[in-house]
């Protein structure tokens, strides 16, 4: 078990779902990551997400690929935020993954990178670019060391290819809300219920949903059928706001995850 799995097992009991908000570290800079993964736990978020910068991302919309091309323009390394996490780690309460492009792991060694990822606080990793074919040895590796890894689910998956990710998928999985990139929407798809009960139906993992979540409409709706929400732009957007003034970035993530929380039944 792992603090993934055990994070799950406890909401279940208690019938709730896992808010799960994502943030780019290091942007605008190190400190501030620190800053706000410190704010979301102490405003009851179940999990954070920390995108790991990367030049040439795969699903990321505008407004995340943005902060992405903020923070390697502070010239952050993978170490330098590695170093920061493992800091503010002890005064967390909440697990916290890493969303990451598998060429960052392949560059750093897969074993390596889960060695420090572990050792900086992580508890899994989110990999959106590598296919289920090309997975095996990575998952073997995770397996091994009790580190969770992610995979993501689209609706354009075919159902036979969604079960065969599923399997190779630890902690959860990341059921992609719409068709496309990152980015707050209006509207989430009509059929978008269906497909995640189907899914739910024939895999033991819990299923957090993510893309397009912005609004307390969207928790609402999408609550009773997931085992936890994430939202990634809606936040990312906010703490641009941090270049100007920290204090006010600060408090606008407070108001919409206290909302978003809310919603969620949190």
Same mark, same amino acid.
């Given at each position: 078990?792992?603090?993934?799995?055990?994070?799950?097992?406890?909401?279940?009991?208690?019938?709730?779902?896992?808010? &799960?908000?994502?943030? %780019?570290?290091?942007?605008?800079?190190?400190?501030?990551?620190?800053?706000?993964?410190?704010?979301?736990?102490?405003?009851?978020?179940? &999990?954070?997400?920390?995108?790991?910068?990367?030049?040439?991302?795969?699903?990321?919309?505008?407004?995340?690929?943005?902060?992405?091309?903020?923070?390697?323009?502070?010239?952050?390394?993978?170490?330098?935020?590695?170093?920061?996490?493992?800091?503010?780690?002890?005064?967390?309460?909440?697990?916290?993954?890493? &969303?990451?492009?598998?060429?960052?792991?392949?560059?750093?060694?897969?074993?390596?990178?889960?060695?420090?990822?572990?050792?900086?606080?992580?508890?899994?990793?989110?990999?959106?670019?590598?296919?289920?074919?090309?997975?095996?040895?990575?998952?073997?590796i995770c397996a091994a060391k009790k580190?969770?890894?992610?995979?993501?689910? %689209?609706?354009?998956?075919?159902?036979?290819?969604?079960?065969?990710?599923?399997?190779?998928?630890?902690?959860?999985?990341?059921?992609?809300?719409?068709?496309?990139? %990152?980015?707050?929407?209006t509207e989430l798809p009509p059929d978008?219920?269906?497909?995640? @009960?189907?899914?739910?139906?024939?895999?033991?993992?819990?299923?957090?949903?993510?893309?397009?979540?912005?609004?307390?409409?969207?928790?609402?709706?999408?609550?009773?059928?997931?085992?936890?929400?994430?939202?990634? @732009?809606?936040?990312?957007?906010? &703490?641009?706001?941090?270049?100007?003034?920290?204090? @006010?970035?600060?408090?606008?993530?407070?108001?919409?995850?206290?909302?978003?929380?809310?919603?969620?039944?949190?």
């Amino acid at each position: 078990m792992t603090s993934i799995d055990d994070l799950f097992v406890r909401l279940k009991a208690e019938g709730k779902k896992a808010f &799960m908000p994502f943030i %780019t570290a290091a942007d605008p800079n190190l400190a501030f990551t620190r800053k706000v993964l410190h704010k979301l736990d102490q405003l009851g978020c179940s &999990m954070a997400e920390v995108g790991i910068p990367y030049s040439d991302p795969i699903a990321d919309g505008p407004v995340i690929q943005a902060s992405y091309t903020r923070a390697l323009g502070n010239k952050v390394k993978l170490h330098d935020i590695f170093d920061q996490i493992a800091l503010e780690k002890p005064n967390l309460s909440m697990p916290m993954v890493s &969303m990451v492009s598998y060429a960052i792991i392949h560059r750093q060694g897969p074993e390596r990178f889960v060695e420090d990822a572990m050792t900086a606080g992580f508890s899994g990793a989110i990999v959106p670019d590598l296919l289920v074919e090309e997975s095996s040895s990575l998952a073997k590796i995770c397996a091994a060391k009790k580190f969770n890894l992610i995979q993501l689910v %689209t609706p354009t998956t075919p159902r036979e290819r969604a079960l065969k990710i599923a399997e190779q998928s630890s902690g959860f999985l990341y059921f992609v809300s719409v068709t496309g990139i %990152t980015g707050e929407r209006t509207e989430l798809p009509p059929d978008l219920v269906e497909r995640v @009960s189907w899914l739910r139906e024939r895999t033991p993992l819990p299923i957090c949903i993510g893309f397009g979540i912005s609004k307390p409409e969207h928790v609402k709706l999408l609550a009773p059928v997931s085992d936890g929400l994430i939202v990634g @732009s809606a936040i990312v957007r906010l &703490m641009e706001q941090a270049a100007v003034s920290e204090q @006010s970035a600060l408090l606008a993530i407070e108001q919409l995850v206290t909302a978003l929380l809310q919603a969620a039944g949190n």
